[in-house]
Structure formats: structure tokens, C-alpha cells
T-cell receptor, first 114, second 111 residues
Framework: KAGVTQTPRYLIKTRGQQVTLSCSPI?????VSWYQQTPGQGLQFLFE???????NKGNFPGRFSGRQFSNSRSEMNVSTLELGDSALYLC?????????????FGEGSRLTVL | LAKTTQPISMDSYEGQEVNITCSHN???????ITWYQQFPSQGPRFIIQ???TKVTNEVASLFIPADRKSSTLSLPRVSLSDTAVYYC????????????FGQGTELSVKP
């Protein structure tokens, strides 16, 4: 079956712009979680959505937001981009809420902010 | 607050067994221990998960002592393709439900 699909894979933005990233989970998976990965901070949890509701949120400013649609697809948005937002943004899906189950990650969207 | 500590890097040679230990002194009763593998520019991939004693699958074994304050991921007969970063995760509901990844262990397998 198809894996987790993230689009776009690569994108370049300038400071002050906004960006929207998309994640299509594995069919049947209801949970989507987002992560930011940078060389300095490693993998950091952004938020998790389950059945269109945000369940948990990491320690990121309000410029980072997301949503989940009825078909479980999810989008995350970063407004007023800063240089430090350059990172690999990873999405993961799981069958249920993120608990003891396996997370399936996409290949990520690499964002460069100039 | 559960937190994991792993060696930052390890070196090995092809054909050797590699053991990566993760410390998690504050593990909670209901926490599971999960290991992920990540190659450059890819998302992490699930390797193995366990709660206590020993778990084995087709790629690795996970050893968890009785006190559960640490765990050891064992990779038998590594190959060059096992060169990756390995993350140990404990539980999920830490810090109010945020999934915490540690720094990971960068494993380098040499010929």
C-alpha cells in the first residue's frame, strides 16, 4: 500500500513569506503528526492531529499551525518565515493516536528560507 | 519527565554485532520503548518496540532489564547499509503528550 506522501519535497522561500506543506497519510490511518528536524535541534515534535482535532502541540510559536481534513490529509502552515525555520519537516501517520503504535514517516519537505 | 540518553556516535565493521544502549531513568509504568532508524534526508523508520525483557524481529533485538531504566538495541552482523542514526523513544505522553526524540546515535559501519 502507498506510504506517507509529503508535498512539496523541496521549496525555497524568503523571510516574511508563508508556506503550506501537505501530508497524505497511509490509507486508513487517522493520526498525523508533524516534526521539524534541524542539525542543531534534532527532531522536534510540532503537533498531532487525530480525527480533525489537534491533540497535542510542541513548543513552537503560534506562527506554526496545522489542520487535518475529514479524509485525514493534513497541512501545516508557517507564517512570517524566519531564517531559523529552514529545516526538514516530517509528517508521520499512525493507525490510532500516537501511543504505543508504529509511526510511518514520509520523506519530508525540505524548506530553505533565504 | 522521561528523557533518553544515547551515545552520540558509534563505529563498527561489517559483520559485527552492534549494541546501542539507551538510558531512560524516569520511564513511566505504561511507557513502551521504541527504536527508529533514519537515513540522511529520509524520515525515520520503525525498527522495534518493547515493554520488558526481550523482543526480537527480523532485523533487530531489543533487551530491556527488569528495572526498565535502560534498553539495548542489538543489530546482528551489520552491513554498510546499516549506517544511519538510531533513535530511542520512551513512551509518548511526556510533557503533556508530546513525542520526544533524543539526539540519536550516529552509527558508522566500515568495510
Amino acid at each position: 500500500k502507498a506510504g506517507v506522501t509529503q508535498t512539496p519535497r523541496y521549496l525555497i522561500k524568503t523571510r516574511g513569506q508563508q508556506v503550506t506543506l501537505s501530508c497524505s497519510p497511509i490509507s486508513g490511518h487517522r493520526s498525523v503528526s508533524w516534526y521539524q528536524q534541524t542539525p542543531g535541534q534534532g527532531l522536534q515534535f510540532l503537533f498531532e492531529y487525530f480525527s480533525e482535532t489537534q491533540r497535542n502541540k510542541g513548543n513552537f510559536p503560534g506562527r506554526f499551525s496545522g489542520r487535518q481534513f475529514s479524509n485525514s490529509r493534513s497541512e501545516m502552515n508557517v507564517s512570517t518565515l524566519e531564517l531559523g525555520d529552514s529545516a526538514l519537516y516530517l509528517c508521520a501517520s499512525s493507525l490510532g493516536q500516537i501511543d504505543v503504535g508504529e509511526l510511518f514517516f514520509g520523506e519530508g519537505s525540505r524548506l530553505t528560507v533565504l | 519527565l522521561a528523557k533518553t540518553t544515547q551515545p552520540i556516535s558509534m563505529d563498527s565493521y561489517e559483520g559485527q554485532e552492534v549494541n546501542i544502549t539507551c538510558s531512560h531513568n524516569n520511564i513511566a509504568t505504561n511507557d513502551y520503548i521504541t527504536w527508529y532508524q533514519q537515513f540522511p534526508s529520509q524520515g525515520p523508520r520503525f525498527i522495534i518496540q518493547g515493554y520488558k525483557t526481550k523482543v526480537t524481529n527480523e532485523v533487530a533485538s531489543l533487551f530491556i532489564p527488569a528495572d526498565r531504566k535502560s534498553s539495548t538495541l542489538s543489530l546482528p552482523r551489520v552491513s554498510l547499509s546499516d549506517t544511519a542514526v538510531y533513535y530511542c523513544l520512551v513512551g509518548v505522553y511526556n510533557q503533556g503528550g508530546k513525542l520526544i526524540f533524543g539526539q540519536g546515535t550516529e552509527l558508522s559501519v566500515k568495510p
